[in-house]
Nanobody, 121 residues
């Protein structure tokens, strides 16, 4: 059984910063791509940031210049450093990872339960 657990969300003022973390645990053989997605009320889930197992990253245009994504493969952990937060960043942030479990051949996609980020005065 594999689990993804996010942490680090909260309430911040516009211009503030947050660092989200996502740790994968369980019977993991290998983790491929990991990413952050977000879903605001009434909107579709959208990609925020993506990392590959060899360290390549991709950020959505909406967060370019304000956010940094990184991962610690030794800890099976993904991070999202968010700076200069805006009210438009308010959403539930979800972690996603493509993982191969031990004793299996194919990878599958896993999701965390999400962490709320609220940017408000």
């Amino acid at each position: 059984q594999v689990q993804l657990v996010e942490s680090g969300g909260g309430l911040v003022h516009p211009g503030g910063s947050l660092r989200l973390s996502c740790t994968a645990s369980g019977s993991i053989s290998r983790i491929y791509a990991m990413g952050w997605y977000r879903q605001a009320p009434g909107k579709r889930r959208e990609l925020v940031a993506l990392t590959t197992s060899d360290g390549r990253t991709n950020l959505a245009d909406s967060v370019q210049g304000r956010c940094t994504v990184s991962r610690d493969n030794a800890k099976n952990t993904l991070y999202l450093q968010m700076n200069d937060l805006k009210p438009g960043d308010t959403a539930v942030y979800y972690c996603n990872a493509d993982i191969t479990e031990t004793d299996t051949v194919y990878s599958r996609s896993y999701w965390g339960r999400g962490t709320q980020v609220t940017v408000s005065t």
